[in-house]
């Protein structure tokens, strides 16, 4: 009883801690990871001593940067990649490689550190903070601009880089432990071997799985299917003894232009984000805060540094890519500190016997101290950078980014088929969403691209890009969004007009002060279209049956307007059109 009693002692202090400081950084502008390194700094062994074993709460941690790695692999969809191929490939390659050489010289020349120990702490601090840099992008609206896609174009090569970084310090290893390994021969062989494996089951276990699981409508299974595949991939990994998150990454980019991908994205986010912020708590408690007390100068002066070359260094290399040297400012004053990404290469380093436990605990420090300079340096710098943000915004209005919906179009079945084909008819980006595997099977023969999902969801029509849409059309059968949930997702996406297909007019009642643009009636223009064919086979002028077809829009216009306004489908019954002879209604009241 004492082991869940401990376990629930310290998850609830490890929360409350984490809710009151990140809540408070991010109330500054600092940024939830120093909020989460500070409350794990706070509650830990060095300071309240309210929670302890930091260390088997980074074993459970660690699964946050498996995860994110996989959600990065989802990113990877070949026709992104081969657009981003230039930046990715130039701009990130050299930024890494130029940074850490940069700041391994640095380490070398002004410390004591040996050769080894500076290659193993200089090549993590080349990397930035995808968790601070991003969300500042999204906050400023830039995300989606020819800057930000540069930024990300680097993050994303950070993010690889992660792979090769473990493989260097596991060759410069001194660990006796690490004695028996295999040569590296072998060593790349089961990797190779292991790559091919894991491709060979996205395609044919894993896509399988996930359409057996759509098929059933059991979305807890997704989610299990989902954290199944990461915690699988990685298994198998640990097992030939390669990197964990080289398996969950390879998992992403095999799922990643699956039509699973959206609803794949939505299921693993709130565990990474929960895992994430556990590893920087974690990483909080494990600084050790005597040796940065004993050695304040140092800690300083070396996340001085850090910023300052790695700034020098992003800052020339986007000028050689024909920046402006305002955005190449940015550039580099953006990815300026280090990531939280160092923190896992400096526990691999120690485990190495490169570094001893204090310096894993200075550098670490250090990077917490860079990540704080951010916020500041970009606000300082903001008039310099004013003109670039300006003209970034107004190439941003010339159009939707190809890789994200211009439209999104949730129901792909014969209604949202011709919405999305006459959107797309007008050169307009669309997203497609639906929860019919059969549908989604039918127009990928097609070639048309469905994302399996429930598009009702928030979460579904965030991944699915809602927030850089500027339509959003819900297009599915029967009653599904009422007004409060139409209104939700109106406060979650304002900038996009929402259209809605409606089954009949009671369904068009109910919407009274709903946010949607546009009510479509699904049956309406099709039945007037018909009884037009009909009346012209009858032998009726064109030009009564334009005064008959405006006669009735007139009506039915009226009376469904005095409907919304009473919230009552009996009201304006006089309105309606009755037959000559018996002067009875002839419409349904809903239809």
């Given at each position: 009883m004492n082991q869940p009693s401990s376990m629930l002692h310290d998850g609830f202090l490890l929360l409350g801690f984490a809710m009151v400081f990140v809540?408070?950084?991010?109330?500054?502008?600092?940024?939830?990871?120093?909020?989460?390194?500070?409350?794990?700094?706070?509650?830990?062994?060095?300071?309240?001593g309210l929670v302890g074993e930091a260390d088997q709460k980074m074993g459970i941690a660690e699964l946050g940067i498996t995860l994110l790695l996989f959600l990065v692999g989802l990113e990877l969809n070949p026709s992104r990649l081969w657009r981003m191929k230039r930046d990715i490939l130039g701009l990130g390659l050299l930024q890494v490689v130029l940074c850490g050489a940069g700041v391994a010289a640095m380490i070398a020349l002004g410390t004591d550190f040996s050769a080894t120990a500076a290659i193993a702490l200089g090549l993590p601090l080349a990397l930035s903070s995808t968790a601070q840099v991003l969300p500042m992008l999204q906050a400023s609206g830039r995300l989606r601009t020819p800057f930000g896609e540069r930024t990300f174009a680097i993050l994303l090569f950070q993010d690889l880089s992660i792979i090769p970084m473990i493989t260097i310090i596991g060759v410069l290893s001194r660990?006796?432990?690490?004695?028996?390994?295999?040569?590296?021969?072998?060593?790349?062989?089961?990797?190779?071997?292991?790559?091919?494996?894991?491709?060979?089951?996205?395609?044919?276990?894993?896509?399988?799985?996930?359409?057996?699981?759509?098929n059933l409508g059991e979305r807890e299974m997704f989610v299990v299917a989902a954290l199944f595949?990461?915690?699988?991939?990685?298994?198998?990994?640990?097992?030939l003894g390669l990197s964990t998150a080289l398996g969950a990454f390879i998992a992403g980019v095999m799922l990643a232009d699956s039509p699973y991908r959206h609803e794949l994205e939505a299921d693993v986010e709130p565990f990474r984000s929960i895992l994430l912020g556990l590893f920087f708590l974690a990483v909080g408690m494990m600084l050790d805060l005597h040796a940065i007390a004993e050695r304040p100068l140092f800690v300083a002066t070396m996340a001085l540094a850090l910023v300052g070359i790695k700034a020098l260094v992003i800052f020339l290399i986007g000028l050689a890519f024909r920046m402006t040297w305002r955005g190449?400012?940015?550039?580099?004053?953006?990815?300026?500190?280090?990531?939280?990404?160092?923190?896992?290469?400096?526990?691999?380093?120690?485990?190495?016997?490169?570094?001893?436990?204090?310096?894993?605990?200075?550098?670490?420090?250090?990077?917490?101290?860079?990540?704080?300079?951010?916020?500041?340096?970009?606000?300082?710098?903001?008039?310099l950078r004013a003109d670039p943000v300006k003209s970034g915004k107004s190439r941003e209005r010339q159009g939707p980014s190809a890789d994200h919906a211009h439209a999104l179009v949730v129901g792909y079945g014969r209604f949202g088929q011709t919405v999305a084909q006459m959107l797309m008819a007008s050169d307009l980006s669309?997203?497609?969403?639906?929860?019919?595997v059969e549908m989604i099977d039918v127009a990928q023969g097609y070639g048309a691209k469905v994302y399996f999902g429930d598009g009702t969801r928030l979460d579904i029509l965030r991944q699915a890009g809602a927030e850089e849409a500027a339509l959003i059309m819900f297009?599915?059968?029967?009653?599904?969004?009422?007004?409060?949930?139409?209104?939700?997702?109106?406060?979650?996406?304002?900038?996009?007009?929402?259209?809605l297909r409606a089954y009949d007019r009671r369904a068009v009642v109910r919407l009274k002060g709903s946010p949607a643009r546009g009510v479509v009636r699904e049956?309406?223009?099709?039945?007037?279209?018909?009884?037009?064919?009909?009346?012209?086979?009858?032998?009726?002028?064109?030009?009564?049956?334009?005064?008959?077809?405006?006669?009735?829009?007139?009506?039915?216009?009226?009376?469904?307007k005095i409907q919304i306004e009473a919230g009552d489908l009996r009201a304006a019954r006089d309105r309606i059109i009755t037959s000559p002879q018996s002067h009875a209604p002839l419409s349904p009241a809903g239809e």
């Open positions: 809540l408070a950084f991010r109330r500054a502008g600092l940024g939830a990871t120093l909020g989460y390194l500070v409350a794990g700094a706070v509650v830990g062994p060095q300071v309240l660990n006796p432990a690490n004695a028996d390994a295999p040569p590296g021969w072998q060593q790349a062989l089961y990797t190779v071997l292991a790559i091919a494996g894991l491709i060979l089951a996205g395609r044919y276990l894993i896509r399988p799985l996930f359409r057996l699981i759509g595949t990461v915690m699988a991939s990685a298994a198998l990994m640990e097992t190449a400012l940015a550039l580099g004053l953006l990815l300026s500190q280090g990531g939280e990404f160092g923190f896992v290469l400096f526990t691999q380093a120690q485990n190495a016997n490169l570094i001893a436990p204090e310096a894993a605990s200075l550098f670490g420090a250090i990077v917490t101290l860079s990540m704080a300079t951010t916020p500041f340096l970009m606000a300082l710098t903001k008039p669309v997203t497609m969403v639906d929860t019919d297009c599915m059968d029967g009653d599904q969004m009422s007004a409060g949930a139409l209104e939700a997702v109106q406060q979650a996406f304002p900038n996009a007009a929402i259209f049956v309406m223009e099709s039945a007037i279209k018909m009884a037009r064919l009909a009346l012209n086979e009858s032998g009726v002028s064109e030009e009564a049956i334009k005064r008959a077809e405006d006669m009735y829009r007139a009506r039915d216009k009226e009376r469904l």
